[in-house]
């Protein structure tokens, strides 16, 4: 029987669906990851506005001199909710240190990301890039993605993704960075 479900699903397939299909995968598997951007890289700058009206503008060069954590999140992923409470621990640890956290949220409408902070409040930067040009300025291809960017302008850590433990592997690199950075 589930092979005649499958059969008929296929079916309905047609020549253009399979090779849109194809084009797409072999263009997210092969073309996107020669464009982001690696460790040992210099981060591009960037400005964008804060996600709650009437705040500043955010800029990466504004924080040059300190160690930086951008964090790309959308309000529908849940792998990005899970990490930001642990990441404004990181922050409220080692920001005397000269650490900051910017993080960028990419839900279109912004208000979708808004909703979020009701319930889990930050203390850290939130930047809103609603039309995704700072997100293929640095090649982001999965949520959650966050760079590790020192106090010269570079990518220390890329990071992909997000598991509980994955906490530590960011903090032992952060730690490294900013015993890198004291005089």
């Not at 005397?96 to 208000?111: H, K, R």
């Not at 903090?171 to 015993?179: A, F, M, P, S």
Request: charged share 20%.
């Amino acid at each position: 029987m589930s092979w005649n479900v499958s059969r008929s699903i296929h079916s309905n397939w047609n020549l253009r669906d399979l090779l849109l299909a194809s084009a797409l995968t072999l263009g997210v598997c092969i073309g996107s990851p020669a464009m982001a951007l690696e460790q040992g890289e210099q981060a591009p700058d960037f400005t964008l506005p804060d996600i709650q009206d009437g705040n500043p503008a955010i800029s990466l060069s504004a924080l040059r001199g300190k160690t930086v954590y951008v964090d790309f999140w959308a309000s529908w992923c849940a792998p990005c909710l899970r990490s930001m409470p642990l990441i404004n621990e990181l922050y409220a640890k080692y920001r005397e240190l000269g650490f900051e956290v910017i993080a960028i949220n990419v839900d279109d409408p912004v208000d979708d990301g808004r909703e979020f902070l009701l319930d889990t409040p930050l203390d850290y930067l939130i930047a809103a890039d609603t039309k995704s040009n700072v997100l293929e300025l640095y090649g982001v291809i999965g949520m959650p993605t966050s760079y590790l960017v020192d106090p010269q302008g570079v990518v220390r850590l890329v990071h992909m993704g997000f598991k509980e433990k994955d906490i530590e592997i960011i903090e032992k690199e952060l730690i490294q960075v900013l015993d890198e950075a004291r005089p």
